[in-house]
């Protein structure tokens, strides 16, 4: 590709990074009029708008390495004139589809194991139940407890995203009887070394426990957990980079299934809402993966780490009511 | 489906235990007959083609040995299995010495291993097109069915390989250098009955179409096959990529991701 065409692309993917970093803000600005005007803005305006918001945010969240769900909740919820349990459950469906579009790949190229996913899902997606639970009581008693434990959740995640650093091919010198007696082992082949890799895993307990709260917080926010659920795989459990962000993206299929099905038994799914963010999210990450081999995602990613500090502190003020940030 | 249950026939004058084998066999998905005498069983041949005959040592009207090797001259093929409650290694001997499995029936348990050791039924399938590539392109198609093709450039090899093999389907090419696809099935028709007939062709017609279902044979264009199913396919597999692509970057792999997402694009090129 021509030098001239790689600087085209890369200012196209700076122009569609500014208008994610400034649409919030200019559509906080249209929000504060609807809420007190009672609805100056036509209600129809609102699914185009998300539908070309999510675009974008799928195109960055593919370039940043950040889950669409991760993305959608905070910057959604912060700067949408909707209410915070529709934002979740439309982000649960939004992780979800990313998730179920992606799985056969996946599965097919025998990156994500089924045998590993299993086990951690059925942890996960119970308590993935009982905090989408929760997090409807929360919210019934008062919507700013979740925004200000979203906000504080958020923050973390961006400081997760800034520090962690994963092993390419952790070192298991010994499988524990746990892991043993699941058979939480494969093997797949590396394209890119050429080479045939056998992978086990250890320390079987401790990676289901953290899977409770991982389950817990992808439930009662209806994020999608890619940014745990890797981690705790890959530096806890010693499943290797790629089978680790491969299972974590097939784990959401069944972890967030459970928790949406709470929110679309309670009505918080509403269509008008999910659609657009689904497709547009989609055709994003479509699009995202086509740009991958032009841009360099290391600023990218910064700049949405920055984005999510932003939108976690945001919450948090909201939801403690102090106002230093508009 | 590449397998079918085997024909079997089984001979035996205890009829308890003739019908519990036999019912023992239908449930693992055999066609299954009986006979209770030798002269039956060799009445049941010359009737049917047997891929399989379990016969007892002792019958009423003739040796078992004696059925096995009156059997192999009415089907050369049929593999026989003597089963006897009163062997020795005489008897062995003399069942080996005509290729012939032998079990005691006090230890039917090695019985059971063995038939289940028999892969069923081979569908032989006869390919007959002038195009070389195309011939070979089919046959690992099928091959990795499961099947063993039988490959032919003309009619007239064909017709000679179906006077030397059993045929139960057939594969032709409509246009053949030496005659035409519609003669080649009838021809074949003519040796094996039973042969499912498939012709395929690059310019098809609907009379040609009515000629081939009048032989009983099913008719498909060349060309829909490829293009169709071949496009279809070709774009959901490069969907699926691209969405497993989008799904590693999205959890932090970034570099597999690209070289997922390079493979989708690239997907086109190489299936042409």
Known sequence: MSEALRLAWRRAAAAGLILVLTAPAALCAADEPLAENGGAAPWWIWPPILLVFCFVLGVVAVLAGVGGGVLYVPL???????????????GLMVALAGALAAGPGLLRRNLASLRLALPVALVASTCAIAGAMLGLYLSALDPLIVQACLGFTITGIGVLLLLSKNTEKPVV????????????????????????????T????????????????????????GWANVPVL????????????????????ITDT?????????????????????????????????????????????????????????????GLGLGLLG | MPEQGLTILVVDDDEQFLESVAQRMRLRGHQVSTAASGAQALEAARGARLDLAVVDLRLPDMDGLVVIT?????QPEVRTILLTAHGDDKVKEATESLSSAYFEKGRMAGFWEFLSGIPFRRVSILLVDDDEAFLGALAARIQIK????????????????????????AVVDMRLPDMDGLVVLTKLKEIHPDVAGILLTGHGGAKLKEATEALNSAYFAKEDMGSFWGFIRRVLRNLETTMAAAGMAQHGDVDDARRMGDKAEDGEEDKK
């Open chain 1, 258 to 318: 459970s928790a949406a099905w709470v929110y679309l038994n309670r009505g918080c799914v509403i269509p008008l809402i999910a659609v657009p963010s689904i497709v547009g999210l989609m055709l994003g990450s479509l699009v995202g993966v086509r740009l991958l081999t032009v841009v360099k995602p290391r600023l990218i990613r910064r700049m949405v780490i920055v984005v999510l500090f932003f939108a976690g502190l945001r919450a948090i003020d909201r």
């Open chain 1, 234 to 253: 890959n530096l806890v459990m010693g499943a290797p980079i790629k089978v680790s962000v491969a299972t974590s993206k097939f784990l959401l299929s």
């Open chain 1, 202 to 225: 250890h320390r079987t307990l401790l990676g289901l426990a953290l899977f409770i709260i991982i389950g817990l917080l992808a439930g009662l926010f209806g994020l999608g957990a």
């Open chain 2, 146 to 169: 499961g099947y063993e093709p039988l490959r032919a450039l003309t009619g007239g090899q064909a017709i000679e390989i179906a006077r030397q093999n059993r045929i139960h389907v």
């Open chain 1, 173 to 200: 010198s010994k499988q524990d009887a746990m892991s043993l007696a699941f058979g939480l082992s494969g093997t797949y082949f590396d394209v890119g070394m050429k080479e045939r890799v056998e992978w086990k």
């Open chain 1, 76 to 90: 959604v919820g912060g700067f949408f004139p909707f209410h915070i349990d529709f934002v979740r459950g439309a």
């Open chain 2, 70 to 74: 009156k059997l192999r001259e009415l």
